[in-house]
């Protein structure tokens, strides 16, 4: 990923490549679900996602020559990517359970084996 590479040049490369590192991935998982969403409703998936933004903030934010600011934006576009994938599957799940009819933790008490006559 271009976006990845980028933030090689950053101070927060230097200081917390673990952050660097979670967001990336979680905007590759906001991308990876669209994509399997996508596929599965035979729709058209764009390549154009405002999830790429979350690496490109802390990259343009390097230019200001800040570093406390580089990595408080580099934290902050991390929480946000892993809040926006964590939206994203919550979505998700709400709307199976909608279409299923099934809840999420707590099953029907009709379901259980103790109603089962012996």
């Given at each position: 990923?271009?976006?990845?590479?980028?933030?090689?040049?950053?101070?927060?490369?230097?200081?917390?490549?673990?952050?660097?590192?979670?967001?990336?991935?979680?905007?590759?998982?906001?991308?990876?679900?669209?994509?399997?969403?996508?596929?599965?409703?035979?729709?058209?998936?764009?390549l154009?996602?405002?999830?790429?933004?979350?690496?490109?903030i802390?990259?343009?934010?390097?230019?200001?020559?800040?570093?406390?600011?580089?990595?408080?934006?580099?934290?902050?576009?991390?929480?946000?990517?892993?809040?926006?994938?964590?939206?994203?599957?919550?979505?998700?799940?709400?709307?199976?359970?909608?279409?299923?009819?099934?809840?999420?933790?707590?099953?029907?008490?009709?379901?259980?084996s103790?109603?089962?006559?012996?």
């Amino acid at each position: 990923m271009t976006e990845g590479f980028l933030l090689s040049f950053t101070a927060a490369y230097v200081y917390e490549r673990a952050v660097i590192y979670v967001l990336l991935n979680m905007t590759m998982a906001v991308v990876t679900l669209k994509l399997m969403l996508h596929n599965m409703a035979k729709r058209h998936f764009s390549l154009w996602h405002s999830c790429f933004l979350y690496p490109l903030i802390p990259f343009l934010a390097s230019f200001t020559g800040v570093d406390w600011f580089v990595l408080g934006m580099n934290r902050l576009m991390a929480i946000s990517a892993t809040g926006h994938f964590l939206f994203d599957m919550y979505v998700l799940s709400r709307q199976f359970m909608a279409h299923s009819g099934r809840t999420f933790f707590i099953r029907s008490t009709a379901s259980l084996s103790n109603n089962i006559p012996v």
